[in-house]
């Protein structure tokens, strides 16, 4: 069971740390990663980690503002989100796959939560 928490609203340039309790995986095992959507819009990758290396990845928008991290003791990820824009507002999910990931290929990920909004306004 995935279950994300720590979203809400922020003004532009603020911040927001978003984290994951992945019950039931081992995240030495599981990739994790963070994804976002906006409605009417296709999913996108945020960030990863992959369970091999622990190296992360991150999407071209975010670069520079987000750091994924993750505790393998507790199963749990974070996202801290710095710089926060507007085109950042979408609903943000994680999700695991099983075994390494390189780029956060969104298809390869199977278990996924039920989100949590972040809002970035004025």
């Known amino acids: 069971q995935l279950v994300e928490s720590g979203g809400g609203s922020v003004q532009p340039g603020g911040s927001l740390r978003l984290s994951c309790t992945a019950s039931?995986?081992?995240?030495?095992?599981?990739?994790i990663g963070w994804f976002r959507q906006a409605p009417g819009k296709e999913r996108e990758a945020v960030s990863c980690?992959?369970?091999?290396?622990?190296?992360?990845f991150y999407g071209e928008s975010v670069k520079g503002r987000f750091t994924m991290s993750r505790d393998v003791d507790d199963n749990t990820a974070f996202l801290p989100m710095d710089t926060l824009e507007p085109e950042d507002t979408d609903i943000y999910y994680c999700?695991?796959?099983?075994?390494?990931?390189?780029?956060?290929?969104?298809?390869?990920?199977?278990?996924w939560g039920q989100g949590t909004q972040v809002t970035v306004s004025a």
């Open positions: 039931g995986f081992n995240l030495l095992y599981h990739s």
């Open positions: 980690i992959s369970s091999v290396d622990g190296r992360a």
């Open positions: 999700a695991t796959k099983y075994g390494g990931t390189y780029d956060c290929p969104i298809d390869e990920y199977g278990a």
